[in-house]
Structure formats: C-alpha cells, structure tokens
C-alpha cells in the first residue's frame, strides 16, 4: 500500500460506513493487459467524496467515478492524502487525458480536454509504469 501523507497531516474522515460499489477497469491497448479493482462511485454524494481521507491505496486499485455520459470534467484533491494519477475515459472506453502525479490536499483542478463519462483515480506513476496513455482503450466493468 502507498502512503504519501502522515496521519497528522491529513484530516479524518467524518463518521459513517463509506462502502461503494466494486468494478475492475482493464487497459487492452497497453503492454500486458495491465488492470486495477475499483470502488465505482456513481451518485453525486459518492463522487463528492471519492478517495478523501484516505492515507493510502492499494497498489493495483483505484476509485472509478461514473456519469451517465460524456461532459466536461475536472477533478480536484481537497481532503485527498494520496499522491494519485487521473485518467479522463470517454464513454466508449477511449483514454481521452491522462494527469500525472496531481497534489494532494490542492482545490488545483485537473481537467479532461475533451468531454468523458468517466474518471479513474490510481496511484501516481501507476499510469505510466503501466504503459497507459491517452488514446487507448480502457474496458470498463462495473460502471
């Protein structure tokens, strides 16, 4: 598991079960077929929330946030301690941006450049240790 920030430096998380939904999100265009087990986030409240408070990540699992279709999106890391990449997938799985290394705890936003019904967060460096880049194609179960 990766860490980035200590527990004195981030905040708790307020009280309360916080269980999401499970998918996988598999990448068939880069080498090795690489994949990673996600907790889907498809309701607003899930997707205020997504991986704040967390002070780590399992190595290949990540946080999928889901919308019906594709519009603009833009994600930031308030209350989020861990260092994390962000993929920017469109509706038909096409990688459209991918977003190295964003801050945590920053209200800085990262945006898709291009409208996309999805977003996956993974830890930092994940992405391109794996091979994965914008232009490919992500499968996406679970969404």
Not at 78 to 86: G, S
Not at 97 to 126: F, I, K, M, S, T
Not at 137 to 142: I, M, P
């Amino acid at each position: 598991m990766l860490t980035w920030l200590s527990d004195r430096v981030c905040p708790a998380a307020p009280a309360g079960d916080f269980k999401l939904p499970r998918g996988r999100v598999t990448f068939a265009d880069a080498p090795g077929r690489p994949g990673v087990d996600v907790e889907v986030a498809r309701t607003d409240a899930h997707r205020s929330r997504g991986l704040m408070y967390r002070r780590g990540l399992p190595e290949d699992s990540g946080m999928l946030f889901a919308w019906p279709r594709d519009e603009p999106r833009a994600m930031w890391m308030r209350d989020t301690c861990v260092l994390l990449d962000i993929l920017f997938i469109r509706s038909d799985g096409r990688v459209a941006h991918v977003a190295e290394c964003a801050r945590p705890l920053d209200d800085r936003q990262y945006a898709a450049r291009e409208p996309v019904a999805y977003v996956l967060e993974v830890n930092a460096g994940w992405a391109r240790r794996h091979g994965v880049r914008a232009g490919q194609y992500a499968d996406v179960e679970g969404a």
